[in-house]
């Protein structure tokens, strides 16, 4: 197990769960080098040198590397779904929440999330395959991007409609509040890579939840 590897499951691209312990090794080293070196500057010979094992024998669990960087990604997005909370969720969130708690808990999940030394290494891999691997962009576009200002702008219309936000397009303020959010948790992971204090990130973003509440609501 890798320096920060946490126990966890992994799932195959069947949505299976993978029992397999020599599988389950060849995920976390390829996890670690194609975090490293990117998926192309690894090859099966450094991830079985990683693991111990033959390059034949790394055939018998996956056909090719390519079948191995997607099941790291499909695992990946079952992680991200739990950032947000679920669709038929998001109305009783609105309606139990006020904005500087339903923004704050927000961060607090996304926090939680990236604080994991699997999700950092995978977070590496998608931003040096974003524009090499299509698979990165549609996670990153869709999964991330997309997702979450799809979550923000129906609560912000649902807390809108409610008098808790002024009145104003609830996809412009999803995509006003979000996109410096994005910004900062790449900053945010650039410090945990170096081993750096991430408390000034975590700063810009308190203050930024503050300043666009009293914009949002004031």
Known sequence: MF???????????????I??????????????LFSLNG????????ITKAVGIKESSLYKHFKSKEE????????FRQTCGEILPPKEHLQAVAETMDVKSFLTRGWMNFKRHIDDPVNQRIWRIMYIELF???LARDIYQNDIVNRTVDCLELVFAAMIEAGKLKPNSPRLLAVEYQYPVFAMITEYLLLLLENKSTDIVEERISNHIAFFHDEAVG
Do not use: M, W
Request: aromatic share 8%.
């Open 19 to 32: 029992a397999n312990a020599t599988r389950v090794k060849i995920v976390e080293a390829a996890t670690e």
């Open 39 to 46: 998926y192309t500057g690894v090859s099966i010979r450094d």
């Open 68 to 75: 191995l960087i997607e099941t790291i990604y499909h695992n």
């Open 132 to 134: 090499r691997h299509p």
């Open 3 to 17: 320096e920060g590897q946490t126990t966890r499951f992994y799932e195959d691209l069947h949505g299976e769960r």
